[in-house]
């Protein structure tokens, strides 16, 4: 059974810093591309990166450009977003996700709220 945990999240005042994690289980995690959404209430799911086999890495660059960098460690089966400078507008559900080809993603995290303070 294919599993992924995010950690991480929580209430900092704007300016302040987080670094979510996102584990897997069930799966070969290092044959897999590995991403994070983020949806706030009342809006869509929103890209926010993911870094691709073999290593490219993309970002959503008009809402987090500078401020978040995603990585990952497949020997812990881990993907990282560390978030900078967080601002109120960041405030939402962070979700995970894994996907087997360039399109779609295949298992999602359950989320982990991030709440910044004005």
């Known amino acids: 059974q294919v599993q992924l945990v995010e950690s991480g999240g929580g209430l900092v005042p704007t300016g302040g810093s987080l670094r979510l994690s996102c584990t897997a289980s069930g799966l070969t995690f290092r044959r897999y591309n590995t991403a994070w959404f983020r949806q706030a209430p009342g809006k869509e799911r929103e890209f926010v990166g993911r870094?691709?086999?073999?290593?490219?890495?993309?970002y959503n660059a008009d809402s987090v450009k500078g401020r978040f960098t995603i990585s990952r460690d497949n020997a812990q089966n881990t993907v990282y977003l560390q978030m900078n400078n967080l601002k109120p507008e960041d405030t939402a559900v962070y979700y995970c996700a894994v996907g087997s080809n360039l399109v779609t993603y295949d298992y999602w995290g359950q989320g982990t709220q991030v709440t910044v303070s004005s």
């Open positions: 870094i691709m086999l073999p290593g490219t890495i993309t």
